[in-house]
């Protein structure tokens, strides 16, 4: 099983092409409003991000896949995910189609992001069990024609750093791991808790004869604020509701441009590559300072081991 793993699980071209830079994403925005939305991933691709996210929740917002159909035909480069997808609210075959048509509208521009889900409520909204008895879906004679643009397949994210199961998951069917301040997202809330996942991620690697390197290393982190002043910072926080930044109490960043290119280079320090930027409603201002006065001054280095940070 090692072997033929490994000869299927190769480095995916889009990991490959970036597998020494740091890249970053946006995510969310002004889900229920199409025009504001639009208008900025469109802004997001020009100053430079790598892709947009949005989520998948749609009892309180657009629906993800109808979402990224339109914005696939919106832009021109700027990469398309859905962080993440609940695999419960789909049937498979249903969820490849979707990911297939928007792959292909997009011109090969798809990350297709895979979690459990976590909002009781919302499951029972959608009328959804919460609970899951079997082992597995079954699916017989499910070639999808026509199929995704890129090759050999989509590249899959899989969220949560759950170290026995999840990352052993990522190591035998992920192009990217995603972890994230919050429990619901791994609990990787320090360098030290990075470096100790990874750890074990390169143990299943090594069990499943996964080239380690193959995988792109990514946190997400929401809401991310930034502004030039603490002032300005404690006003745009004050603006969120209270109950969302209760919500979000553990995975809230917000500084100053330079704080937050320090708490980004710790974790590029700890191994990160990719980093997923969740905004809170229409947010230009995070994303302008990010791209401008953060994203340049990160560099790579040399990345730290567990043992010293």
Same mark, same amino acid.
């Given at each position: 099983m090692g072997s033929a793993l490994t000869s299927v699980r190769e480095m995916h071209p889009w990991v490959a092409?970036? %597998?020494?830079?740091?890249?970053?994403?946006?995510?969310?925005?002004?889900?229920?409003?199409?025009?504001?939305?639009?208008?900025?991933?469109?802004?997001?691709?020009?100053?430079?991000?790598?892709?947009?996210?949005?989520?998948?929740?749609?009892?309180?917002g657009m629906d993800?896949?109808?979402?990224?159909?339109?914005?696939?035909? %919106?832009? %021109?480069?700027?990469?398309?995910?859905?962080?993440?997808?609940?695999?419960f609210y789909r049937p498979p075959t249903l969820l490849a189609r979707l990911a297939a048509d928007v792959d292909r509208l997009s011109g090969g521009r798809l990350i297709l992001g895979l979690g459990i889900g976590n909002h009781e409520k919302e499951f029972a909204?959608?009328?959804?069990?919460?609970?899951?008895?079997?082992?597995?879906?079954?699916?017989?004679?499910?070639?999808?024609?026509?199929?995704?643009?890129?090759?050999?397949?989509?590249?899959?994210?899989?969220?949560?750093?759950?170290?026995?199961?999840?990352?052993?998951?990522?190591?035998?069917?992920?192009?990217?791991?995603?972890? @994230?301040?919050?429990?619901?997202?791994?609990?990787?809330?320090?360098p030290a808790d990075i470096m100790r996942k990874y750890t074990v991620l390169r143990q299943h690697c090594a069990t499943l004869e996964r080239d380690y390197d193959s995988i792109l290393r990514s946190y997400s982190a929401a809401p991310v604020l930034l502004a030039e002043t603490h002032a300005r910072l404690r006003a745009k926080l004050e603006a969120i509701p209270a109950h969302i930044r209760q919500g979000?109490?553990?995975?809230?960043?917000? @500084?100053?441009?330079?704080?937050?290119?320090?708490?980004?280079?710790?974790?590029?320090?700890?191994?990160?590559?990719?980093?997923?930027?969740?905004?809170?409603?229409h947010d230009l201002e995070t994303m302008r300072l990010l791209a401008r006065r953060v994203v340049p001054q990160l560099t790579t280095g040399q990345v730290l081991s567990e043992n010293n940070i």
């Open positions: 092409k970036g %597998s020494e830079a740091i890249r970053f994403g946006i995510a969310y925005g002004p889900r229920a409003e199409w025009v504001e939305c639009r208008d900025l991933v469109q802004e997001a691709e020009a100053l430079g991000f790598d892709s947009y996210w949005t989520m998948d929740h749609p009892t309180s993800c896949w109808t979402l990224l159909s339109a914005l696939a035909v %919106s832009t %021109s480069s700027i990469r398309l995910g859905v962080a993440v997808n609940c695999i909204k959608l009328g959804i069990p919460f609970t899951f008895s079997g082992k597995h879906f079954q699916v017989s004679e499910a070639t999808l024609r026509p199929g995704p643009v890129q090759q050999p397949h989509v590249p899959v994210l899989l969220a949560g750093g759950g170290e026995r199961v999840t990352l052993r998951q990522v190591a035998r069917f992920a192009d990217v791991a995603n972890f @994230g301040p919050d429990q619901r997202a791994g609990g990787a809330f320090t979000y109490a553990t995975s809230t960043v917000a @500084g100053t441009p330079d704080e937050i290119c320090s708490y980004y280079q710790a974790l590029v320090k700890a191994g990160v590559r990719y980093f997923i930027v969740g905004l809170f409603g």
